[in-house]
C-alpha cells in the first residue's frame, strides 16, 4: 500500500524515506474527489494515521463509497480510483 502511495507520488520504490500521509491528506469540505484524495484517504486510514469514523465526519462518507474505494484501490490502485465516465 505505502509503495503505491511512492509510485503515486513518485517516489523511488526503494527509497526509505518516511511519507507524511497527514500531509497529503485533503482539507474537509465539500471537494472535487480526484483518484490521489481518494487514495490518500484509504492509505492515511489503513496506516492509522485517519480513524475510519473521522475519515466519514471529516469527507461527509458513506461506508459504501469509502469500502468502493477501497475495493477499487486494492483492485486496479490509483488508476482504479479515476472516475470512468459520469452516470446520468
Do not use: C
Not at 505505502?2 to 465539500?30: C, N, T, W, Y
Not at 484517504?41 to 480513524?51: E, P, S, Y
Amino acid at each position: 500500500m505505502l509503495l503505491a502511495f511512492q509510485k503515486m507520488r513518485g517516489v523511488h520504490p526503494g527509497a526509505r524515506a518516511s511519507i507524511d500521509l497527514e500531509r497529503h491528506l485533503p482539507p474537509p469540505g465539500g471537494r472535487l474527489w480526484t483518484a490521489r484524495r481518494k487514495a490518500a484517504v484509504v492509505l492515511a486510514i489503513r496506516n492509522g494515521t485517519l480513524r475510519l469514523g473521522e475519515a466519514y465526519d471529516r469527507y461527509m462518507l458513506s461506508e459504501e463509497e469509502l469500502s468502493g474505494w477501497e475495493a477499487a484501490f486494492d483492485q486496479d490502485g490509483v488508476a482504479g480510483l479515476q472516475v470512468k465516465r459520469l452516470v446520468r
